[in-house]
């Protein structure tokens, strides 16, 4: 099992769900949540006055998956995620060593589906 996090564009948060549920995805963890990396922020208007937004908001998502799903998960978030522009935002993975369905105790594997 490998857990994959990506961190995308709000604006882009539609469809990469509606791609991810189409390759058969059946749950995911959203976040909103507040970063900066290359994009370093912006500034925009707000009643005449010109704020800067250090911290730019995205939405991160989890998921965890089998093994054998993770390359074509990857293919779907970057073919529906990018927008071409810097603050597309980054994938990870990592590898998951147990999961465990709290309501009936199935451990591993069993737990995803």
């Known amino acids: 099992m490998q857990k994959v996090e990506a961190i995308i564009q709000p604006f882009q948060l539609d469809s990469v769900q509606q791609a ?3 390759e ?4 995911m963890t959203l976040s909103e949540v507040r970063g900066f990396g290359q994009q ?3 500034t925009e208007q707000y009643r005449g006055t010109e704020l800067v937004v250090e911290r730019v908001p995205k939405i991160k998502l ?4 089998h093994e054998d799903r993770v390359p074509r998960i ?22 998951v060593e147990s999961a465990c369905r709290i309501r009936t105790g199935e451990i591993g594997e069993a737990a995803l589906s």
Do not use: C, M, Q
Request: net charge negative; glycine share 16%.
């Open 40 to 42: 370093a922020g912006h």
């Open 62 to 65: 989890e998921l965890v998956v």
């Open 20 to 22: 991810l549920s189409d």
């Open 74 to 95: 990857l293919d779907v978030l970057r073919e529906t995620a990018n927008s071409g522009r810097v603050g597309d935002g980054k994938i990870f993975t990592s590898v």
């Open 24 to 27: 058969g995805v059946l749950g």
